[in-house]
């Protein structure tokens, strides 16, 4: 049987989703996270650093991350997919939900919002 060859700009162009957080292929090329070149971040910044402009939308001060430091006092999971062990990935914000809630996750962030699960779900 003849190979089909594969014609078109594939998934070019295709909008999967909106985010302030990060980016792919912004100009053409390349990962940012909230309009820093992943890069900049990997070479200049900390985890810690790089931790708190994903939750809080800027890079921190010297006071703001000694502060962000003393008050998680562990080390931070960033994940950009959710999933559980054996579970397909989620695809909807209720998914999202119900996958955070059943699980050990501390907090998620959807869009702009970071949800805990402390207060029953209060959204911060």
């Not at 909106?18 to 070479?43: P, Q």
């Not at 010297?62 to 003393?70: A, I, P, S």
């Not at 999971?77 to 996958?99: A, C, F, W």
């Amino acid at each position: 049987m003849a190979e089909k060859k594969l014609e078109g700009a594939g998934l070019r162009g295709q909008v999967a989703g909106h985010t302030a957080l990060s980016t792919v292929g912004k100009a053409g090329k390349g990962l940012t996270y909230r309009g820093y070149a992943i890069e900049d971040l990997a070479k200049h910044k900390s985890f810690s650093e790089v931790s708190y402009l994903l939750i809080y939308g800027e890079l921190p001060s010297k006071k703001q991350l000694n502060e962000f430091e003393k008050n998680s006092g562990v080390p931070v999971l960033i994940n950009t997919s959710l999933n559980l062990p054996r579970e397909p990935m989620v695809n909807s914000i209720q998914d999202g939900l119900k996958t955070f809630f059943s699980s050990e996750i501390d907090y998620l962030c959807i869009g702009d919002y970071l949800i805990t699960k402390d207060w029953l779900g209060h959204i911060i």
